[in-house]
C-alpha cells in the first residue's frame, strides 16, 4: 500500500473513530436525512450533529443536497461504509497467541528466530 492511499485511508478510519459519527453513517445507510431527521434520532444537538456530518463529508463517507435552508445528507461510499459497519457489528473475537505458539508457527514457516513475548490480551469489543 503506498503512502497516499494509507493517508486517505486513515482519514476515513478517523472520521468513523467517534460512536455519534458511527451513528449518523448507519442512519444514513436506511436512507437520505435532514440534519433535524437526525437530531430526532440522535442525543445530540443540531450544531454537535452538523459538526459530525462535516467531519465526515471531509473524509468522502458522505455528501448532502440542498433542500431550501436544510441540507440532506446521504452515504456517498455505500459499499465501504456497510462494510465496515458490518464488521464492527460482527464482533469478532480478539485472538491471543502465547510466545510458543508464535515460535511454532515461525518454525512452520521456516523461520525459526525468536518471537516477542506475548501474553494477555485485555480487551473487549463491549
Known amino acids: 500500500m ?17 460512536p455519534t459519527r458511527l451513528q449518523i453513517v448507519a442512519e444514513l445507510l436506511e436512507g437520505t ?11 445530540a444537538s ?4 452538523s459538526q459530525h456530518l462535516t467531519v465526515l463529508r471531509h473524509a468522502g463517507l458522505v455528501n448532502f ?20 459497519i458490518a464488521l464492527l457489528a460482527e464482533g469478532e473475537p480478539v485472538i491471543c497467541k502465547s510466545k510458543n505458539d508464535i515460535d511454532r508457527e515461525k518454525h512452520a514457516a521456516g523461520n ?7 501474553r494477555h490480551c485485555a480487551y473487549s469489543s463491549s
Not at 503506498?2 to 467517534?18: G, P, Q, R, T, Y
Not at 437526525?38 to 442525543?43: G, R, T, W
Not at 525459526?112 to 506475548?118: K, N, S
Open 2 to 18: 503506498n503512502f497516499h492511499f494509507a493517508n486517505d485511508w486513515a482519514e476515513v478510519l478517523k472520521a468513523l473513530a467517534h
Open 46 to 49: 443540531q450544531a454537535n450533529i
Open 112 to 118: 525459526p528466530t525468536g518471537a516477542p513475548h506475548l
Open 65 to 84: 443536497a440542498q433542500d431550501g435552508s436544510q441540507r440532506c445528507y446521504y452515504v456517498s461510499r455505500p459499499k465501504l461504509a456497510s462494510s465496515v
Open 33 to 43: 436525512k435532514c440534519v433535524t431527521d437526525i437530531q430526532d434520532i440522535l442525543p
